[in-house]
């Protein structure tokens, strides 16, 4: 029962806090009703926010008619009113009050905004952030939410502008600097999430959002430092975090690693299907396809992804067979693009082309990631011209694919068919002038195809050009173990404390190649030599090179190295670890960008060098 008009607006937001938003219209209704005269201000603003809230667009417009003259002098309806207006989508409507309205408070301020997030206007609410003088912590947290929306490096910019020049009194809000975390990582500048990190209120939503930061920047080492802090914190992991950390550890596919976080994950997660599903792919990607085979089979009703990632780990693995036999089995409506593509890809790394070609004629939604597939698995085959029919069967319909030019192309340069390698790179040429990395890859590709033929001079004209074009590529990285302990590699890295052995022992290395036979092959020189390089030295420097070194000088007996490498390993990386795999007689195992490679002591790679 209202004793008095002024309560009402007291009693109305009370039922608005409590989402009783209809029954304080109805409220407002009747003392309406009886004299309108007398309403609060305080009761007009709490029926724009029922009305907001309903999103009743109608009612919201009809208080501000009546009530306009009242509101328009005070600022907490105008918020209120901007408010309704954009979350009505009327993004003019409340532009034109905001535009009105003289004495423009925080609070204003802060509607504007809001609502121009909400509108995806992001530009235009960083526009506004830099009209307001001394802004304060909400304005400040809006402004970071609409750089971390919009994520990229100017907004990066504006960021770290802003927050270094945040006044004192908000250099620990740990409010404010969540939101500046949360724009580091969507801005891609994971070192100054890192800084900030150790400065906010640190949870399993924090922890787990910078994980996955890690994991997406091929950072899983950084993953796994994360999981040390967080026992630190003593935060427990829920499920998202242990798929971070699952996935964090099959990047790095290091099997004493992998069994570590294993033997971690708590009971009562261990029997959930993602993570179930994540387990297979780890124990796939680390090269121990029984373990992934175990937890496949535990599940009672595996779903698209168990199975997908159960055909994936076959096909790193070289077991081709099995993955078909395993994708004959699957249900029909659980199979997805994704499940196409592992299965093409298990026959097109075990060289099952009938196989794939006959999979793939039977695929009734083919899209270009599917034809990417199957090009890729007959340009491995060096089946150029059927690969090219197929090309330009789905460049009929679409528009042309830059990968599917890249494999062929890549299938041309292992092919050392230098022709070939350069009609398909003018067609690259011409239908993507600007993909520039694109374009850097297809160059050096075709630098390697002219080298693998002798033609020097034409490889070195090319790597000229990119050279002066200050054009880049992927630089190679490499993970391995030692006693526990995760080493990450660069190509020609010196940054290990030990470089300087690991560089001697390489040289041993490189001395016992030569001694039995091998020869380094130019062909694979991706770069213009410096003039204190040699073909050796430049070869020799690969990441992987320099991750085996590694081993044998913390274990000189080692008789089992294991190395996860981002980029494809070069052909005389490949010759080359068969060689000291032998020599050595250790067991070398390699996961590259496409496939899981065992070096055998009797100098045989499980590929049969079909990579
Ligand atoms: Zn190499
Ligand atoms: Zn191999």
Redesign the pocket.
Known sequence: MIRSYCNLGMEMKKLNDRKEFRKALVLFNEYEDKNSGIISDVAINQALKSFTNIEDFQGGSYIYIKYSSRIEKNCFILASLIHFYMQCGDVNRAEQIYNKSNNKTMGIYGAMMKGLIKNNMLNETINIFFKISNPDEIILILFFHACARIGTKETLNLVKKVLSNIPNCYRKNSNILTTAFDAFIKCGDLSSAELIFSNIKRNRISYGNLMNAFNRNYQPDKTLDLYNKMKIDRIKLDIICWLHLINASANIGIISICQSIFEQIPMDFIENSYIKNALIDMWGKSGCIDKAKNIFQSLTQPDTIGYTSMINSYGLNGMGIEAIKLFDKMPRELIFEETYVCVLNACSHSGLVDHARSIFINIINKTEKIYTTMVDCLSRAFLFEEAQILINNFELHHSPSPTMLMSLLSGARNKKDNHLSEKIYIRIEEKFPKHKNRLVSASILLSNAHASVGDIEKSLNIKNKLYQLGLKKKIGLSFTEINGQIFKFRAHDRSHPRSKDIYAENDKISNELIEHGHQFDSAWITRLLDEDETIASVLSGHSERLAIAWNFVANPNTKQIQITKNLR?CGDC?QVTKLIAAIRQCEIIVRDANRI?H?YTNGQ???Q?Y?
Do not use: A, K, Q, R
Request: with cysteine.
């Open positions: 390993i490949h490679h070096f790679c499980s590929c060098d990579f």
